[in-house]
Each structure stands twice: as C-alpha cells, then as structure tokens.
C-alpha cells in the first residue's frame, strides 16, 4: 500500500489549498478514505473521512463548512479542498487507510497558514 500526498504550501489566511492523496497497492473503490492532521505540539487528528463510494463524508467540527472531502475513484486518488483557512490549520496533513485491519499513512504534506 502506498499513499502519496501533494498540494500543501503556504498560504495566507482566508485563502485556498486542494490536497491530493494518490493511492496504489489495494482496491481503492473498495476503501473508505481519510484525511488526518498534526501540528506541532498536538495529538494527530481528524480531519474528514469518506467512505467507499463517495457518498458518504464525515468531518471534524472546527472543519464543517470549509473543508471537503472528495474522491476519484477512477483516479484512485482522495481529495481535500480547504477554503477559509485559518493560521490555526497550519499543520502536517496524512492521507490515511485501513486495509484488512493494518492501517497505513502518507507521507504527509505541510499546509502553513500565515500572512
């Protein structure tokens, strides 16, 4: 399993960042998806999560309304769209799966809101 994440930066508050998880080495229409982040000093959290089929999306409060979660299926890749950023969402962003009960993560991308 490996999972590749792109689209962090620098951005300054208010604005916008699309992240991108591209995933290999399971069944990716199979898999519900996730986003989780950590900042410095803080505990890894959830972010948002979405399940197999793109229907169906979950998310952490302080992310309703400004973040969505998507996916290509086609694509095997999972994506995040954050509007509204704010210098408290600065943190290292993963892209997350659980396959069969092992539980993989990205890389991570960094996300860094500041003027």
């Known amino acids: 399993v490996q999972l590749v994440e792109s689209g962090g930066g620098l951005v300054q508050p208010g604005g916008s960042l699309r992240l991108s998880c591209a995933a290999s080495g399971f069944t990716f229409s199979r898999q519900g998806m996730s986003w989780y982040r950590q900042a410095p000093g803080k505990e890894r959290e959830l972010v948002a999560e979405i399940d197999s089929g793109g229907s169906s999306t979950n998310y952490a409060d302080s992310m309703k309304g400004r973040f969505t979660i998507s996916r290509d299926n086609a694509k095997n890749t999972v994506y995040l769209q954050m509007n509204s950023l704010k210098p408290e969402d600065t943190a290292v962003y993963y892209c997350?799966?659980?396959?069969?009960?092992?539980?993989?993560w990205g890389q991570g991308t960094q996300v860094t809101v500041s003027s």
């Open positions: 997350y799966v659980r396959v069969r009960q092992t539980r993989y």
